[in-house]
């Protein structure tokens, strides 16, 4: 199926692990963003890509490191997984050509880190 | 600093009222504000945008009014149904597409 695609939807692991969330689209859309949601602090982002090559820091980019080989993919990284990494993970697309900033969302992971 | 705040109380209304949730911002001079729907376990949707120099936009029983002076947006849903019951994300474009920044979001419930 079309869309945005996150993997895996849940995820546990221990301090100190590395941890690799999975993004891919399938519109071929020039932006990608990773953002965690959090109770009390709404959607922050983490990191976000203009096109393949090109990454960028968002508003809590420590602990995540990101890459974007190709267009349709954008794993987040975390090297050394910490509690207060544990949330609700989202990765979305956007495409400037759209003229709106819209964004198109997965369906989340939630990583717990315990 | 720079704020986006949304009622982070929930909302609790009578099926086929007029709902209606506010979102205020400070030191933003957005381009561009935009609505999400987030259903539980879901990611957000987007539902509606309005640009900066809109007073008001409808999409069906949506209307969002836009007032860049009071720094305000009021999202409004019509004739309510409890399908509508979500949280409702207030969302700033500014400087650029990758500037989206999100409010906390209005958890709405419409009791039937």
């Known amino acids: 199926d079309a869309g945005i695609t996150q993997s895996p939807r849940y995820k546990i692991t221990e301090t100190g692990r590395q941890v690799t969330l999975m993004c891919h689209q399938t519109?071929?859309?020039?932006?990608m963003f990773w953002y965690r949601q959090d109770l009390g602090h709404g959607l922050r982002l983490i990191y976000y890509?203009?096109?393949?090559?090109?990454?960028d820091k968002g508003e809590v980019p420590d602990g995540y490191v990101v890459s974007r080989s190709k267009t349709e993919n954008f794993p987040l990284t975390l090297e050394s997984a910490t509690r207060s990494q544990t949330s609700v993970y989202f990765c979305?697309?956007?495409?400037?050509?759209?003229?709106?900033?819209?964004?198109?969302f997965g369906e989340g992971s939630r990583l717990t880190v315990l | 600093s720079q704020k986006i705040e949304q009622n982070s109380e929930a909302l609790n209304i009578q099926e086929g009222k007029t709902a209606t949730l506010t979102c205020n911002y400070t030191?933003?001079?957005?381009?561009?504000l935009q609505w999400y729907r987030q259903d539980p376990g879901r990611g957000p949707v987007f539902l509606l945008l309005?640009?900066?120099?809109?007073k008001e936009k409808r999409k069906e029983r949506l209307k969002v009014t836009f007032d860049t002076t009071l720094k305000q947006s009021l999202f409004h849903i019509t004739a309510s149904q409890p399908a509508d019951s979500a949280t409702y994300l207030c969302?700033?474009?500014?400087?650029?597409?990758?500037?989206?920044?999100f409010g906390t979001g209005t958890k709405l419930q419409v009791i039937p």
């Open positions: 979305a697309s956007s495409e400037w050509r759209l003229g709106t900033g819209e964004l198109f």
């Open positions: 519109w071929s859309h020039s932006y």
């Open positions: 890509s203009a096109a393949a090559d090109i990454t």
């Open positions: 030191n933003y001079s957005p381009a561009y």
């Open positions: 309005i640009r900066e120099n809109e």
């Open positions: 969302a700033l474009v500014a400087g650029g597409y990758q500037k989206v920044t």
